[in-house]
């Protein structure tokens, strides 16, 4: 008697953790279905109260009129003079603005009137301004108006090595620019861009992966890489890219 009973207190004591192993995985199923279902249940909310917001009127706003002020520095007084029509026709006749030089405060005054039909536009047209005070053509710089996905992005020598100091510095000015401006000509060629060289300030206009390539090889050669180096770089990025499209 006592033999027999003893396999079947063995048989409970093995049996006991097996039935509560199963009930461990059936609660943990039960919880994966319950968390499984409310994040679909918060999902479905979100997707469905997601907020959409239309565009501001200029009606909306406090006074109804949107205002950008760019200084002009004074060596661009005579060039903004002799371009003024060029600048001030594309503005007013295209964007519907109303655009004017401030000569007490030496500032281009844009700001948007009854015609105005897109509030963006003022910063399209200041943007455009900006461009052209920086340096650029105005053909160039036209295309900020045209293109939606075009920036101008601008940086110093000194941010990029700022122990560059004396016959350094003017050294890596010449290496930007390369004999008769070709080293310029091809960076601006082989990335779709337009450069400026202003003094040790560089403007660059392009669409964001444009400067970003542009950026990286003024970048290298600043800090020292040869011209024949930076073009090797240069190529094997321009047949990636066109690979890509």
Known sequence: MENSNQPESGNEFVTKPKRKALKRKVNQAEKLNKNETTSMELTVETAVSRPAFPPVKREKLDSGIEIRKIAVPAH???????????????IVE???????????NRQVEIRTCKD???????????????????GFEVEDALALIRLDDLFVDSFEIKDVKSSLKGDHLNRAIGRLAGKGGRTKFTIE????????????????????????????????LILGSP?????????AVAGRSSDRF
């Open 189 to 220: 060629n082989v990335t779709k861009t337009r450069i400026v060289l202003a003094d040790q300030k560089i403007h660059i206009l392009g669409s964001y992966q444009n400067i970003q390539i542009a950026k990286r090889a003024i970048c290298n």
């Open 76 to 90: 661009r007084y005579s060039p903004l003079k002799e371009n003024w029509m060029k600048l001030f026709t594309p």
């Open 94 to 104: 295209h964007l519907n603005l109303q655009i004017r030089f401030n000569l007490k």
């Open 116 to 134: 105005t039909q897109e509030i963006a536009n003022v910063q399209k047209a200041a943007d455009f301004v900006k461009a052209f005070i920086c």
């Open 227 to 235: 011209p024949s180096k930076v073009y090797g770089n240069l190529r």
